[in-house]
């Protein structure tokens, strides 16, 4: 057959292209003749069935509680009146088409915000087989809510919807279907995947069915999967959280008489666990529950106070004239009386000491530390340290279980 048409189109002459562009009006011509837009295929009672063949993602941009996607959403259905017969079996047209025919009245049930892209053209796709089958392609970007639970952050996960369906026909008019399984009805680019702050693990389809008081209606469900990244916030929370609390720890070891630097490393590690504490809050939604983050600051601040409240302790003990090892501080009284006793002492012990040739053994001086400080060198590292453990063991091996769930590139 393909043969006896070329024949026949050698015999007919060469290619005439404004042939071909008057069939081309005439079959839509043909297709509009008597077309009535306002109504759906098959209203006669027959139930109709568009299938989404694909959502390609573009884009993705998560904040709190919300995302941001860029999409080419396709959908197809069947119109038996678009049927037709000629020497092309699709038909490739533009927006221009589309607003002449029925189209679904599709919304999007979590979006707040859509926006059709319409530069320089409305970015919009028609395709029409011989059989009436329709392929309508559209760019859209989507404000849709994302409920976040964020107790665990930021080790968090979440499962970000984008819910559609028809607006006005129940599912005894229309009902929507996916083309085959999550891999083939949402496809993600792979640049998409590369967030800032989110490692897309990937994505599951579904479908549902609602109730209200007008009717049942179809609608479909594609559920993005997040991993937050934690590197942002180890190097702006985590490392500074844990370098204040080591910093106020060396306080332990300088002599309790050295009460200026003792001061100024309290309070300033102090006020740096505040300022990171608000710093932290401000890059959070205004939720009513402590986050791990939120934790794990309390606690650090907990050790960095409770080294300010030690150093008090030991300066009262200072100032009260007894030490916690039980060593008694000796009154300027007592050595003032003494003084002239120990200089005539040291004058004496030297002059013999000259006379036999030998030079004086080093008097050994009282180091003073109290045994509040040598508890505390090691206490306080070693809790800080099975705290860490405790937390980041716990955090990081928190995995969740996703039932057919569609891996990432």
């Not at 043909?30 to 139930?47: K, M, V």
């Not at 038996?80 to 927006?95: A, D, K, V, Y």
């Not at 993600?188 to 490692?199: A, G």
């Not at 309390?298 to 050790?303: G, K, L």
Request: charged letters at 20%; glycine letters at 4%.
């Amino acid at each position: 057959m393909c043969l006896l048409a070329r024949s026949v189109n050698a015999d007919q002459g060469p290619y005439d292209p404004k042939e071909n562009i008057t069939l081309f009006t005439r079959i839509l011509d043909r297709l509009l003749d008597g077309y009535d837009n306002r109504l759906r295929p098959g209203l006669g009672g027959e139930e109709i069935t568009k299938q989404q063949d694909n959502i390609f993602l573009l884009t993705r941009l998560p904040f709190p509680q919300e995302y941001t996607i860029d999409v080419f959403f396709r959908q197809s259905w069947r119109d038996e009146r678009l049927t037709f017969h000629g020497p092309m079996n699709i038909l490739p047209l533009n927006n221009l088409m589309a607003s002449k025919i029925w189209t679904p009245d599709t919304f999007f049930h979590n979006g707040k915000k859509s926006v059709a892209h319409n530069m320089t053209m409305p970015n919009k796709l028609l395709r029409i087989k011989d059989d009436g089958t329709l392929l309508y392609t559209m760019r859209l970007t989507v404000h849709a809510e994302c409920p976040m639970h964020l107790e665990d952050f930021p080790m968090d996960f979440h499962s970000c919807p984008l819910k559609f369906g028809s607006y006005a026909y129940t599912i005894s008019e229309v009902t929507y279907a996916w083309t085959r399984n999550a891999s083939d009805s949402v496809v993600v680019e792979e640049e998409s995947s590369r967030l800032n702050q989110y490692d897309l693990l990937g994505q599951t389809v579904g479908q549902e069915t609602i109730k209200s008081s007008t009717g049942e209606y179809t609608v479909m469900t594609a559920h993005f999967h997040l991993k937050r990244k934690i590197g942002y916030f180890v190097i702006q929370t985590y490392l500074p959280c844990i370098m204040t609390v080591i910093l106020s720890q060396v306080s332990f070891w300088l002599n309790r008489e050295s009460v200026p630097a003792r001061t100024v490393f309290g309070v300033t590690t102090v006020l740096t666990m505040t300022t990171l504490s608000i710093s932290a809050r401000n890059s959070l939604p205004k939720v009513a529950y402590a986050t791990a983050m939120d934790w794990f600051i309390a606690v650090c601040y907990a050790f960095v106070f409770s080294a300010l409240i030690e150093f008090a302790t030991v300066n009262y003990f200072t100032k009260r004239g007894w030490a916690w090892d039980g060593k008694s501080v000796v009154s300027e009284k007592v050595m003032k009386k003494k003084s002239s006793v120990l200089t005539a002492s040291v004058f004496k012990e030297n002059s013999l000491a000259r006379a036999d040739g030998k030079t004086p053994d080093a008097k050994k001086t009282f180091n003073s530390v109290s045994k509040i400080d040598r508890l505390s060198r090691i206490m306080f590292p070693v809790l800080f340290g099975t705290f860490n453990l405790v937390y980041w063991a716990t955090y990081l091996n928190r995995e969740p279980v996703i039932k057919d769930m569609v891996p990432s590139n």
